[in-house]
């Protein structure tokens, strides 16, 4: 069973007031710190999806998006169509979440051995991020994936089909959207 990594990493990043994914936390940049933690996670091949900027990314294939403007949904569907035939699920992460942790990924894909076909990661019983999608729903994600919707449409229309995965102590959740997120040096 093959389990991909997709980083969105798209954005312009309006209300932080440059792309996010270059910015630095700890002297790295926040879509490299999302790439690890898929590899980190055991997802081969890691995509990251691009747009507002170009980026170039180690140990990652960048695919862009044109449509990157009109939001999430379309990034996600890039980074879905993206993944080659022998990939069975994709396991997809923000680049503006930097304190994820590879045990969040590593509970999804034991969730996809398993047998779930949509595994959310929740923090205090809340759902969050990274979720995996498996390949036999990605046609259905991805039409309802537009504007600044992810897979939350899916995953709202379709309950039965999504498995809830404990992530406490893996990580936070906490997203990057202004620069006071961040620790000051």
Same mark, same amino acid.
């Given at each position: 069973?093959?389990?991909?990594?997709?980083?969105?990493?798209?954005? =312009?990043?309006?209300?932080?007031?440059?792309?996010?994914? $270059?910015? =630095?936390?700890?002297?790295? +940049?926040?879509?490299?710190?999302?790439? +690890?933690?898929?590899?980190?996670?055991?997802? =081969?091949?890691?995509?990251?999806?691009? *747009?507002?900027?170009?980026?170039?990314?180690?140990?990652?294939?960048?695919?862009?998006?044109?449509?990157?403007?009109?939001?999430?949904?379309?990034?996600?569907?890039? *980074?879905?169509?993206?993944?080659?035939? =022998?990939?069975?699920?994709? $396991?997809?992460?923000?680049?503006?979440?930097?304190?994820? *942790?590879?045990?969040?990924?590593? +509970?999804?894909?034991?969730?996809?051995?398993?047998?779930?076909?949509?595994?959310?990661?929740?923090?205090?019983?809340?759902? *969050?991020?990274? $979720?995996?999608?498996?390949?036999?729903?990605?046609?259905?994600?991805?039409?309802?994936?537009?504007?600044?919707?992810?897979?939350?449409?899916?995953?709202?229309?379709?309950?039965?089909?999504?498995?809830?995965?404990?992530?406490?102590?893996?990580?936070?959740?906490?997203?990057?959207?202004?620069?006071?997120?961040?620790?000051?040096?």
């Amino acid at each position: 069973m093959s389990v991909a990594g997709v980083v969105l990493a798209a954005g =312009e990043g309006r209300r932080f007031g440059r792309p996010k994914a $270059v910015v =630095e936390l700890d002297g790295q +940049r926040l879509v490299d710190r999302a790439v +690890r933690v898929l590899r980190d996670g055991a997802c =081969e091949p890691v995509v990251v999806v691009a *747009g507002a900027i170009p980026l170039e990314v180690d140990d990652a294939e960048v695919v862009h998006n044109d449509a990157w403007a009109t939001g999430l949904g379309s990034s996600l569907r890039t *980074g879905l169509a993206a993944l080659g035939p =022998e990939v069975d699920a994709a $396991v997809v992460a923000l680049a503006d979440q930097p304190w994820i *942790g590879p045990d969040a990924v590593r +509970r999804l894909r034991a969730a996809r051995r398993d047998g779930a076909v949509v595994a959310a990661a929740t923090y205090r019983g809340r759902r *969050g991020n990274p $979720v995996l999608i498996g390949r036999e729903v990605w046609s259905q994600v991805s039409k309802l994936a537009v504007d600044d919707v992810g897979a939350r449409a899916f995953m709202a229309a379709h309950p039965d089909q999504v498995t809830e995965v404990a992530c406490d102590g893996t990580g936070r959740p906490d997203d990057v959207d202004h620069p006071s997120d961040l620790p000051q040096p």
